[in-house]
């Protein structure tokens, strides 16, 4: 959160008004102004950012977990699956009782049974701290891409240097109706090869996987129709990625 820095934090630590983070949000004017040096001024900044942070995506919220294994792209494609945190808390419990019940995520792309295991467990460690939080969060679900893209079925992994940064190039990839996945395999529809591509980039030559460069790639995404030799691949059941 902007405005609440390491010093503030000690300092609230200090005097005994937070213990967790979730505690930042039984934060009020009152228990700030009791600090020292902290300003009328100060207080409502630090307030204001905290509002601010009340509100977030099920992604975001479970890509800031710190989950083993589950990085940006996949804690997208779960919190899709299963739009809100009670329902994710609900399978988790479910899985617990009989481990079968944990294939129902490898349905999924990008997540096998290792995957799947370790959000069931890194979920289950981290229950306490998840439910203490949903009292003073505002989970939104995601804003779902609408179909007909340019790249609508296909599915894209990402790899070197390009001129943007690579979440920029994976939101351009999903903002167009494709999917990004972090491995190359047969499956694949495309490889987004930037400099220094490296060993990505010969599996996908060694698959016959297709390569584009950062400009073919965004002018397949101006395009308002997928090109027709280009086809989407099949879903893959299993595999794996913030």
Same mark, same amino acid.
């Given at each position: 959160?902007?405005?609440?820095?390491?010093?503030? %934090?000690?300092?609230?630590?200090?005097?005994?008004?937070? *213990?967790?983070?979730?505690?930042?949000?039984?934060?009020?004017?009152?228990?700030?102004?009791?600090?020292?040096?902290?300003?009328?001024?100060?207080?409502?900044?630090?307030?204001?950012?905290?509002?601010?942070?009340?509100?977030?995506?099920? *992604?975001?919220?479970?890509?800031?977990?710190?989950?083993?294994?589950?990085?940006?792209?996949?804690?997208?494609?779960? *919190?899709?699956?299963?739009?809100?945190?009670?329902?994710?808390?609900?399978?988790?419990?479910?899985?617990?009782?009989?481990?079968?019940?944990?294939?129902?995520?490898?349905?999924?792309?990008?997540?096998?049974?290792?995957?799947?295991?370790?959000?069931?467990?890194?979920?289950?460690?981290?229950?306490?701290?998840?439910?203490?939080?949903?009292?003073?969060?505002?989970?939104?679900?995601?804003?779902?891409?609408?179909?007909?893209?340019?790249?609508?079925?296909?599915?894209?992994? %990402?790899?070197?240097?390009?001129?943007?940064?690579?979440?920029?190039?994976?939101?351009?990839?999903?903002?167009?109706?494709?999917?990004? %996945? *972090?491995?190359?395999?047969?499956?694949?529809?495309?490889?987004?090869?930037?400099?220094?591509?490296?060993?990505?980039?010969?599996?996908?030559?060694?698959?016959?996987?297709?390569?584009?460069?950062?400009?073919?790639?965004?002018?397949?995404?101006?395009?308002?129709?997928?090109?027709?030799?280009?086809?989407?691949?099949?879903?893959?059941?299993?595999?794996?990625?913030?």
């Amino acid at each position: 959160m902007d405005g609440i820095g390491e010093k503030l %934090v000690e300092q609230l630590i200090d005097e005994n008004l937070i *213990s967790s983070i979730a505690d930042l949000y039984r934060l009020d004017e009152r228990m700030l102004l009791s600090l020292d040096r902290m300003g009328q001024k100060s207080a409502d900044k630090v307030l204001n950012e905290i509002k601010k942070s009340r509100s977030m995506t099920f *992604s975001k919220f479970l890509s800031a977990l710190g989950l083993p294994g589950i990085g940006p792209e996949l804690a997208t494609a779960i *919190s899709n699956h299963f739009k809100d945190p009670e329902q994710l808390l609900a399978w988790v419990d479910d899985s617990l009782a009989d481990n079968s019940q944990m294939l129902e995520l490898t349905s999924i792309e990008g997540v096998g049974e290792i995957v799947a295991l370790q959000l069931r467990d890194g979920i289950h460690l981290r229950k306490a701290f998840i439910t203490d939080h949903l009292v003073f969060l505002t989970i939104q679900q995601e804003k779902l891409v609408e179909a007909g893209g340019p790249l609508e079925g296909m599915t894209f992994c %990402v790899t070197g240097t390009l001129s943007e940064s690579r979440k920029s190039i994976q939101a351009r990839i999903k903002a167009g109706g494709g999917k990004v %996945v *972090s491995s190359v395999s047969g499956n694949l529809s495309v490889l987004v090869a930037g400099e220094n591509a490296g060993s990505k980039l010969a599996k996908a030559e060694k698959l016959d996987v297709q390569v584009w460069d950062e400009k073919t790639l965004l002018q397949r995404l101006s395009r308002t129709t997928t090109d027709p030799e280009i086809k989407p691949s099949a879903t893959q059941p299993t595999l794996f990625d913030y």
